[in-house]
């Protein structure tokens, strides 16, 4: 493993919401500073990694973004395998995307992991004269849901590195909390990288296609 490539945790991460909102958008901004006006509903899933400190630790996010659309919902299961954190974006100008967050939330806790960490993200900031969605609403849905809220824009940037590193500090902390009650009770030594999600080496790249799950 060449020193680019060293981790100390890798934290799989999922995107989830209607086709439309910005997630590849929030994808591409975060791993790659890039915003594409023209972008296209994705077909399949895509993923993309970016490692950040925290703590002194390196942590290797890897970012996957899946169509929303109903017709490619058949992956969700294996979508969802091994992730420890989710954004649930919607849009705050498309108030029809913002109720279909209580259906994404329901369908993350159906397949996900009991313990994943959620944070509701409200894309598109920069179209406050458009907003369909007041802000202390979904403040108010965040909290009852106790879930994380955000609100983002992929096309100016505002808030996207703190909504990533939020979440994946959130992950970080909680992971640290449970190794080191894993160790009081268990004196072996620990391996030098903990992985929490995907193991895959070939999942370390940017990545476009099917379900690209096992």
């Known amino acids: 493993m060449s020193s680019e490539e060293e981790y100390d945790f890798l934290f799989k991460i999922v995107l989830i919401g209607d086709s ?14 890039e915003f594409n006006l023209e972008s296209k509903s994705t077909i399949g899933v895509e993923f993309a990694t970016r490692s950040i400190e925290v703590d002194g630790k390196t942590i290797k996010a890897q970012i996957w973004d899946t169509a929303g659309q109903e017709r490619y919902r058949a992956i969700t299961s294996a979508y969802y395998r091994g992730a420890v954190g989710a954004l649930l974006v919607y849009d705050i100008a498309k108030h029809a995307s913002y109720e279909n967050v209580s259906r994404w939330l329901k369908e993350l806790r159906d397949h996900a992991d009991s313990n994943i960490v959620i944070m509701l ?24 849901n106790s879930l994380s809220f955000i609100e983002t824009s992929a096309l100016d940037s505002t808030n996207v590195e703190e909504a990533f590193k939020n979440i994946l500090t959130s992950i970080y902390r909680l992971v640290s909390q449970r190794s ?35």
Do not use: M, Q, W, Y
Not at 200 to 209: I, P, Q
């Open 20 to 33: 439309g909102v910005g997630k590849s958008n929030l994808l591409s901004r975060f791993t790659r500073n």
């Open 121 to 144: 993200v409200g894309n598109k900031s920069d179209l406050k004269h458009l907003r369909a969605v007041p802000k202390e609403e979904a403040t108010k849905f965040a909290e009852e």
């Open 180 to 214: 080191i009650k894993a160790g009081e009770s268990d004196k072996t030594t620990p391996s030098d990288t903990i992985v929490v999600g995907p193991t895959d080496s070939s999942t370390t790249e940017t990545s476009k296609g099917g379900c690209g799950c096992a």
